[in-house]
Nanobody, 127 residues
Framework: QVQLVESGGRLVQAGGSLRLSCAAS????????MGWFRQAPGKEREFVAA???????????YYADSVKGRFTISRDNAKNTVYLQMNSLKPEDRAVYYC?????????????????WGKGTLVTVSS
């Protein structure tokens, strides 16, 4: 089992920046690929970003087209933490952001394929 706890969500103005954190506990963090999903009101949970585990050599990351160039995912295995740096935020980025962990790579792009979830943190972007 892997337990995930997100933090950092808050209200921010459009154009602003925010960094989300996800603290992991349980089984070996470094052996899991990590990702972020988000869910806006009335919409399905969607993929945002993912980063590979350290066993594959250099870290690999990929992003949804809607956030590419604005968001950056990173991980600190010494702290068992994954981050999502969000810049140039837009009102359409408003959502509950969920941290996810999975034993496979490439990371699942659909929410139902993911092994472990956090409970989410709310990001609100005002226009």
């Amino acid at each position: 089992q892997v337990q995930l706890v997100e933090s950092g969500g808050r209200l921010v103005q459009a154009g602003g920046s925010l960094r989300l954190s996800c603290a992991a506990s349980g089984r070996t963090f470094s052996s899991y690929a990590m990702g972020w999903f988000r869910q806006a009101p009335g919409k399905e949970r969607e993929f945002v970003a993912a980063i590979s585990w350290s066993g594959t050599g250099p870290y690999y990351a990929y992003y949804a087209d809607s956030v590419k160039g604005r968001f950056t995912i990173s991980r600190d295995n010494a702290k068992n933490t994954v981050y999502l740096q969000m810049n140039s935020l837009k009102p359409e980025d408003r959502a509950v952001y969920y941290c996810a962990a999975d034993s496979s790579w490439p990371f699942p792009l659909e929410w139902y394929g993911v092994d472990y979830w956090g409970k989410g943190t709310l990001v609100t972007v005002s226009s």
